[in-house]
């Protein structure tokens, strides 16, 4: 059964549009939204097991330009 995590991005100013362009290439990423707030986006991510979420998070969304910090929200449901 797929896991669910809802992933809350702070962002550099001025990055927006290319970072949306960034998220959208990611297979995990299933779906990605404009927020205001203390962040700047929320990314729905799917994968198929819970470790699978911080090698995603680590290996593929931090290293991405513009994104200066994420706090993760494992779905339980």
């Known amino acids: 059964m797929p896991k ?3 992933l809350l991005i702070e962002s ?3 990055l927006s549009s290319q970072l949306m362009s960034d998220f959208a290439k990611i ?3 299933i779906a990605v939204e404009f927020v205001s707030g203390p962040y700047d986006f929320i990314a729905e991510i799917e994968v198929n097991d819970v470790d699978e979420i911080g090698q995603l ?3 593929v969304i931090h290293p991405i330009k513009g994104v200066e910090r994420t706090v993760t929200c494992i779905s339980i449901g």
């Open 57 to 59: 998070i680590t290996q």
């Open 12 to 14: 550099e100013p001025g």
């Open 27 to 29: 297979k995990e990423v």
């Open 4 to 6: 669910k995590a809802y």
